[in-house]
């Protein structure tokens, strides 16, 4: 049985991962300090190792004794970090979670190997603003080319928006909480736009794909084969929820009427931001059909006590816009 090291593992995208992993006949073992909740307590296939990614010596420390055959790195948020990891499992295979946000230019699809990615200088390298993610999760990515150079078998997958169960984003929770409960709900701009997601499960798959038989030195990004808009979005909530929503699309004009505009609405993104799965489809990766995925990120959201009100830019504005377009 081959060995596997998920460094992180207990909250989404690695917790996913860990399921994928033994639901192939892995041997797991989770690195993190122990912060969050472990949902495989009790699990004998998976072994907890509590450290911090930063402290290197605890991260040799595990590669010792584990020797794992596969690495996936689900949180490496600095390029420094990717640097210490490829050295660190210089022997196995290493997967970097990186992102979308790694593409510096607007191309529709955004595909790996052509379109330019983000620079990033040494000062954004180390900065912890939100506004140099994109640069730092490209540098994590020219770090798992480099040290593919040096004879590592690294390989980096960017995922776009990632949904389905535990998503503590809560973006997409947003939105299912307003179609359960509301019959009419407004959607910015014409409804028409395009933000590419992907379910969090064919990113775990992508993931063990991408390690079991990816090209080192090789990107791969993962997203869903179908893209929603965000009215269809709407839509297919309601319908798999087996209920019914008006979606009441608002311009920038008719949103002001309620003092909002099209960015106070999450997963709205002007500009679409569609990439490129063929390569990944190359190595036999396959997404899950939307109405499956949907459903079962809907069925979890209704057990969670999730409800994305972080985004919410207020029933009562939202009304005052839905009032004025009625009167249309
Ligand atoms: N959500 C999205 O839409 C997208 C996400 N991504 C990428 O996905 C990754 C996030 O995945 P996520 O779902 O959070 O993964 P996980 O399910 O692995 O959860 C995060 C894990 O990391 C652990 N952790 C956090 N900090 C440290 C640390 N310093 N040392 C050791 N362990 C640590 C947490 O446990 P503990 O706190 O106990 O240590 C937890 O186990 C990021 O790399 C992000 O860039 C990319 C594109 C889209
Ligand atoms: C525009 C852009 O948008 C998307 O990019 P993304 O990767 O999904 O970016 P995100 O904002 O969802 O970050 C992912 C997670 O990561 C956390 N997060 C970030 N930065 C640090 C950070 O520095 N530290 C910690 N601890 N958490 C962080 C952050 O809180 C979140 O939980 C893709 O569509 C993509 O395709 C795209 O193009």
Known sequence: ?????????????????????????????????????????????????????????????AAVSVDPDLVIDCIAYYPEQVRAATEVFADARYVYVSSGSSYGVEHVPKREGETPLEACTPEQATDDSPATYGARKAE??????????????????????????????????????????????VVPGDG????????????????????ESGTAGEAYNVGDRQLLTLEETLETIAEVAKTEVEVVTAGERELATGGLSPDDFTLYREY?????????????????????TMAR??????ESDRDGAEYDPGREAEERVLGVLDTL
């Open 1 to 61: 049985m081959d060995t596997a090291l998920i460094v992180g593992g207990t909250r989404f995208i690695g917790r996913h991962t860990v399921r994928e992993l033994l639901d192939h006949e892995y041997e797991v073992t989770i690195f993190n300090r122990g912060n969050h909740e472990n949902p495989f307590a009790g699990n004998d296939r998976v072994t907890h190792v509590e450290g911090d990614r930063n402290d290197e010596t605890a991260l040799e420390t």
């Open 140 to 185: 994590g990515d020219r770090a798992v080319f480099e040290a593919a150079e040096r004879g590592v078998e690294a390989m980096a997958v960017r995922p776009c928006i990632v949904y389905g169960p535990y998503d503590y984003t809560e973006r997409l929770d947003y939105w299912i909480d307003r179609v359960l409960n509301h019959d009419r709900v």
């Open 192 to 211: 028409q736009h395009l933000w590419h997601r992907v379910y969090v499960g064919d990113v775990a798959s992508a993931l063990r794909i991408v390690g």
């Open 272 to 292: 679409p931001h569609v990439m490129s799965t063929a390569k990944l489809s190359d190595l036999g990766w396959e997404s899950t059909p939307i109405g499956e």
């Open 297 to 302: 990120t809907v069925a979890e959201h209704e």
